[in-house]
């Protein structure tokens, strides 16, 4: 009777990944790591946080002045979003130079692209909840971005803000969207992904000697925790160093001079300096159509040289332009 369980638990325990060695190839474990870490780490803020105008911005401050550690458990929450968004965005594009794409993993790819488009509306809506200055501002200037979109610009708006001005409505569905709504539409998307990854295993590099794997436990794990406490530690050190500030409780009437959007969105905004918010959101679009839909558009058998050159050319040129573009909009 328990002969398909033995079997299973012994398959499970023979399973093996490709055997050659690669800092980049943790990347998706590391991201799957510190997401737990900011789910522990956001279920210990929730215990404090109080979502409303009036309790907001001084629960935050209890946070941060009266629970033990509550400053760096703020920190490490913060500074472990950028973590995640980083590792995830980092080992989309080692999948996409190792073409790890093609069949039968089309669909590997396109739950990546939207798990990390869940983790991009995970730190969005976490941005407001402070209820600082920089909170309300910086999300009152992605709600006038997002506004001026065609179509959809102002259903979103209508949902996530619950209106024209941000107040009560939309911290409490910011709030709500941060630790109920996305929590498991990230939980579906992630576990979709995992299964899919286990299905089909790891793409051996192209162009290499196959070699007998390593096993996936302990082996490959063992090393995926040694890289997980070398990271920790990393993201420890930053959080102590650079705790997030809070700065002065939001004010309506008293805009800030200036408003910088989050880091990955710097460029985006430079953008709208130069074209109109349909162009950018459409640029926008068509981008993300794109990735999303990569496997299909590049879906020959086998690499070419050719195909080598123009997936590199193209990382180049908009890894060089998103840079250009951040540096411009930080500093000039």
Known sequence: ML?????????????TVPAYVSLPRYLGG????????????????????????????????????????????????????????????FHLVRIFFS?????????TWVSGILLLLVIVAFDLTGVLLPWDQYAYWSTDLLKESLGSVPLLGHMLVTVLWGGADLGEAGLLRFYAFHIA????????VLAFHLFLVWRFGLKHP???????????????????????????????????????????EADPLAPLEIVQPRWY??????????LSTPAVALLALVAFAAFLFLPMLDAGAEESARGKSLRLAVVLVVAAAWMLLGVRGYFF
């Open 3 to 15: 002969s398909p369980l033995t079997d299973i638990i012994r398959a499970e325990r023979d399973r």
């Open 30 to 89: 590391l991201a799957l790591a510190f997401l737990c870490l900011q789910i522990g780490t956001g279920i210990l803020l929730m215990i404090y946080y109080r979502p409303s105008i009036a309790a907001a911005y001084l629960s935050t401050g209890v946070i941060i002045d009266e629970v033990n550690l509550g400053w760096l458990m703020r920190s490490v929450h913060r500074r472990g979003a950028d973590l995640v968004l980083l590792l995830a965005a």
């Open 99 to 107: 073409r790890a794409y093609a069949n039968p993993r089309q669909m």
């Open 181 to 188: 709504v996305l929590p498991w539409v990230g939980l579906f």
């Open 206 to 248: 192209e162009g290499s000697t196959p070699r007998p794997g390593i096993l996936f436990f302990p082996d490959f794990l063992l090393e995926l925790f040694i890289a997980f406490l070398w990271t920790l530690g990393l993201l420890l050190s930053l959080a102590i160093i650079f705790p997030v500030p809070l700065g002065y």
């Open 265 to 274: 969105l710097v460029p985006l905004d430079r953008l709208l300096h130069v």
